[in-house]
């Protein structure tokens, strides 16, 4: 089972960045926002802490290129990327070439096998700032048909415009999905019923109407609020929902 189910975005948005990367020999992608530090500022979310294969594979939604990848990624993250050396590699903002699969070791034949088997050789990943924390960047993973050098040729010759593209189009699915793809919902860091009082208390109900609607004691409710604002370091309930809405959590 396939844990990570697919943002729901149109088959033309999707057509149009797939056409837009193919002219450059990127045949796959996912993608999502993730964290640069282990335990980003200003919010106390323990499991951001865990970017390991594992964590990652428990992500509720990404964005695919195709229901190909979704697969791929979840075989890939299940049994290879603890021992892959370019998944470890530390990445800087922008552009980003993985080295090689190394197909020795242990797996390594089984890992040759999936590459193949998804018709990939090359792949790497494309980072972007986002506006919601200073400490998450939304991530293009891709893959190529090409060998590493020719793709690394033809993505260095063309990095400005691809930048400038590609950021468009980031932004443009952090508008439509944040509030799935944000790392504090995405990674399950909240419970549902947690995000329920969260979204009642946005909409301006009082302990006593939240505690009848989700049949919670009003101590219950209690506890979900003072926990909800020592996990966002909110002062009060009017700062823990602007936090919400300002790191993408509500709408």
Known sequence: MIDTKPCQVSAQQIQLIRDYMGQYGIT????????????????????LSRRVPNEM?????SVFSSEKIRRFRHDYLQSFARTDAGYQEKNVMGLNIWRDPDYSGGKGAQFKKLMEQYELNSRGVWYFPVKYHCDWTAVFVFFSNLERQELTQILNDNMEEINAQLQLFSSSLNEQ?????????????????SLQVLALTAEGYACDEISNQL?????????????????????????LVNLAHTLGVLD
């Open 28 to 47: 796959e992608f996912f993608y999502g926002i993730t964290t640069k530090s282990r335990m980003p500022q200003g919010i106390d979310f323990k499991k």
């Open 57 to 61: 594979q428990k992500a509720q939604y």
């Open 177 to 193: 999905f944040i509030t799935q793809i944000n790392p504090i919902t995405n990674f399950n860091c909240l419970s549902d019923k």
């Open 215 to 239: 049949m919670l004691s009003e101590s219950g409710v209690n506890y979900h609020l003072t926990r909800l604002k020592e996990l966002f370091h909110a002062k009060n309930r009017a700062q």
